[in-house]
Each structure stands twice: as structure tokens, then as C-alpha cells.
């Protein structure tokens, strides 16, 4: 399988070493040749041991345009489109964007961006998914298995967070002073909490989805910004949602919590699921969920933890991307297709129309192609 992906960076990383796990011919290419010499000489070898001859490091003029089965876009979010309409060129069987799909899309020229480039994907036939590779792991899967028992009766709560301070993103970029340098600083170039941590949203619509519990269709949004001569962003914003079938819900996320957690807490009337990951001291990422049931007696209340190692997060994506290629999974059934990750712009561009209109419930935009 032969896999091109755009962006030398902290996830290009990441990616090029997932897919080379799965014994894929990988090229890498990146605008600045500084990004792949450090690929080369420091991020890969720090992270994983060793650098991989095999890996292919080249600028975009150099690189071939077509010949690819897979094609990843891990640049800024500001880039992906314009880089995605140009690797549709290309014909890739499946194409990956990072997170988040795009930049909120207040403008009418990014909603045209948008819009073309859906409608491009859409008539070429090509998969389209989006990085949110928390929804493929082995404990999100145990989580909403547990839980989609309909024995257990009506769902209550349905609450997510993604509360992560800075460090552990800019750690990943020791050659960035701090968010100001690069699109974290700035909500309208896809940094801030809420499109930096929209994993979350991704994940509330995701176990909503399947729980029969509709899909976000109106948000309210409350964000404390940090403004000045350097940085526009949201350090901390809480989302009230309703879906198209009126079940209220809650998100939080932000980049000021440390020491980090990512959480999901599902309610229903006999039974609840909790899902935390979080680092801990001497074990690294581990994801805990507890499986809460009511019967007669009170609640039995048992744990589990699963250890996630970070390049564990993406391998199940691979998987995923190539159970796709091989038929074995319908595009229409990938919970990380475009149209989820399309839908998650849609709800952080009504959350941000929502701030500027003092916290007003706004209808989120389903754009072409959602189902
Ligand atoms: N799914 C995840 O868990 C996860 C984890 C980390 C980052 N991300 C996402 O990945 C994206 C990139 O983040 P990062 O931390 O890797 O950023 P980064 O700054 O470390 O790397 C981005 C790279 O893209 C390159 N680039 C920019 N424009 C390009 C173009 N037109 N063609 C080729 N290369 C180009 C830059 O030179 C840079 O080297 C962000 O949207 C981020 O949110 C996702």
C-alpha cells in the first residue's frame, strides 16, 4: 500500500510511523525541507527509537502527484483544504484530513471552500475521513457496547470533556516558544480549545449517533477568551447542545487543566458508563472505564483500565483506513467519515457565532453531503 502524507509534523509523525507498523511504503512531504530534517534527525528517532530508512522525505515539487492508495493532510488546519482539493487530483482510494476538518467557518469564502470541496470529493467517489482516532480505540468500543443496552432504559446524560492544558500539545513542538507562534493562539486560524480539543465534540456525536439520540442541531456556547496584541483564542468554553431529536447535552474543553483528562459520562435509568483517560505517573496513558448497574440490590460498580501507549491512538486508525480500502468496512458506516468530522466545523463555527451573539443558541449549518 503506498500512503502520501503532507505535514512533517507532530502528527505526520505519528502517522508515518503507524502506517509503517503496518508495513506501508510511505512518503512525507512538507513545504519547509527545516520541518523534514528534524522529522529525520530528532522528532522520529526521540519518539519511536530509530529512524526508518525506508521513509521517503520530500518537498511538493518533488513529490509524485498520483500513485498513492492513501493520502494524509496533517499540516495547520488553515491549509487543509486547499491541500486536500489538490490531493484529490491525485485519485487516492481513501483520503485522511487531520483534525479539526477545517477553520469555523463564519466567512462566505470558507463556506464556498467547504462546499467545493465536499462536492469534488462526493462526485470522484473518493473516502473522505477525518482524524478523530479516539472513536476507533479498544475502550471507546467496550464503553458504548456496555452502555447501547437498551434493557438499561432511557438515556439522561450524556456529558464529554477534553481538558488539557498547552504543555501537552507545545511539548510535542519543543521548537515553538509557546501558542502564539503557529494556529494554536488563534481560534479563527482552528487553534483554541475548542477546535484544538474537538475531539470532544466529535465523541459526544459519535456515542449520540449511535444511541439513537440525533445529531447537535443548535448550540450555545460560553468561552473565555484570551485576547491580546499577540493571541485570540479560547482557553476555556462550555457548549450546551441540543440535537434534531431535542436530547439537551453538555461539552467542555480547554487548555488550562493540568494535570490533562479527556472524560465521557453516560447516564441512563439502570445503568451508567464512565470513560476517563488520563497520564499516570509510571504507567503513561491509561483509559479507565467503569461500568456502573442497577438491579434490586443497589449498583455493582466494577472498573477496567486499559494502558494506551500515544502511538497506539493511531494504529487503530490505520487499521481502520485499511479495512476501508479493503471493502471489509462501508465508508457510510465509518465513524470517522467526513461528513461526522464536516459536522464538527459546523457545531465550533456555531459555538463561535454563538459567543458573538452573548451566548444565544445558534442552528448548526448541515453542510452538503451530511446525512
Ligand atoms: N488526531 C490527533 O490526535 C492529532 C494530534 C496532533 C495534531 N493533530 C492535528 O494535526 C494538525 C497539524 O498539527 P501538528 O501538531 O502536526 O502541526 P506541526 O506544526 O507540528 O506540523 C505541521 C506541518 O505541516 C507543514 N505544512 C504546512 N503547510 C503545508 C503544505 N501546504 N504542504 C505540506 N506541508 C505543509 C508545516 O511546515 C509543518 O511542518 C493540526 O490540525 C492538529 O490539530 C491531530
Do not use: C
Not at 118 to 128: F, H, P, Q, R, Y
Not at 230 to 242: F, W
Not at 252 to 263: A, E, F, G, I, R
Not at 288 to 313: H, M, S
Amino acid at each position: 500500500m503506498k500512503v502520501k502524507i503532507f505535514g512533517a509534523g507532530s502528527i505526520g509523525n505519528h502517522l508515518t510511523q503507524a502506517s509503517r507498523r503496518k508495513g506501508w511504503d510511505v512518503t512525507v512531504v512538507d513545504i519547509d525541507p527545516a520541518a523534514l530534517k528534524r522529522m529525520k534527525e530528532e522528532i522520529y528517532p526521540k519518539r519511536y527509537g530509530s529512524w526508518d530508512p525506508q521513509i521517503k522525505l520530500m518537498t511538493p515539487e518533488e513529490a509524485p502527484k498520483g500513485g498513492f492508495d492513501v493520502i494524509m493532510v496533517g499540516t495547520p488546519p488553515p491549509a487543509r483544504l486547499k491541500v486536500a482539493m489538490e490531493a484529490l487530483e491525485g485519485k487516492p482510494r481513501v483520503l485522511q484530513l487531520e483534525k479539526p476538518y477545517f477553520v469555523p467557518m463564519l466567512d462566505e469564502s470558507l463556506k464556498r471552500e467547504n462546499q467545493e470541496f465536499m462536492e469534488k470529493a462526493k462526485s470522484l467517489g473518493i473516502k473522505v475521513v477525518v482524524g478523530y482516532e479516539y472513536a476507533l480505540g479498544e475502550s471507546a468500543k467496550k464503553a458504548l457496547d456496555f452502555i447501547s443496552d437498551k434493557g438499561f432504559g432511557k438515556i439522561r446524560v450524556l456529558e464529554v470533556a477534553v481538558r488539557e492544558e498547552w504543555s501537552g500539545a507545545l511539548a510535542a513542538h519543543p521548537w515553538l516558544k509557546g501558542p502564539a507562534d503557529t494556529y494554536l493562539g488563534f481560534w479563527q486560524k482552528g487553534g483554541g480549545a475548542l477546535s484544538e480539543h474537538s475531539h470532544a465534540i466529535h465523541y459526544w456525536q459519535h456515542f449520540a449517533s449511535h444511541l439513537g439520540l440525533g445529531t447537535i442541531d443548535e448550540v450555545s456556547a460560553s468561552m473565555r477568551m484570551v485576547k491580546d496584541a499577540l493571541l485570540d483564542y479560547d482557553e476555556l468554553t462550555y457548549l450546551n447542545i441540543k440535537t434534531d431529536q431535542s436530547f439537551t447535552g453538555t461539552i467542555v474543553q480547554d487548555v488550562v487543566t493540568d494535570p490533562p483528562y479527556l472524560s465521557l459520562f453516560i447516564q441512563r435509568e439502570k445503568a451508567f458508563v464512565k470513560w476517563l483517560r488520563r497520564s499516570v505517573p509510571g504507567k503513561g496513558n491509561v483509559e479507565t472505564i467503569t461500568y456502573g448497574k442497577k438491579d434490586e440490590n443497589g449498583w455493582l460498580v466494577t472498573t477496567e483500565d486499559i494502558p494506551v501507549a500515544r502511538p497506539d491512538d493511531f494504529y487503530p486508525e490505520i487499521n481502520h483506513i485499511a479495512d476501508l480500502l479493503e471493502e471489509k468496512v462501508k465508508i457510510e458506516d465509518s465513524p470517522i467519515r467526513l461528513e461526522m468530522g464536516a459536522h464538527v466545523t459546523a457545531v465550533v463555527t456555531a459555538a463561535h457565532e454563538s459567543r458573538l451573539n452573548n451566548g444565544k443558541f445558534i442552528k448548526v449549518t448541515k453542510y452538503a453531503g451530511y446525512r
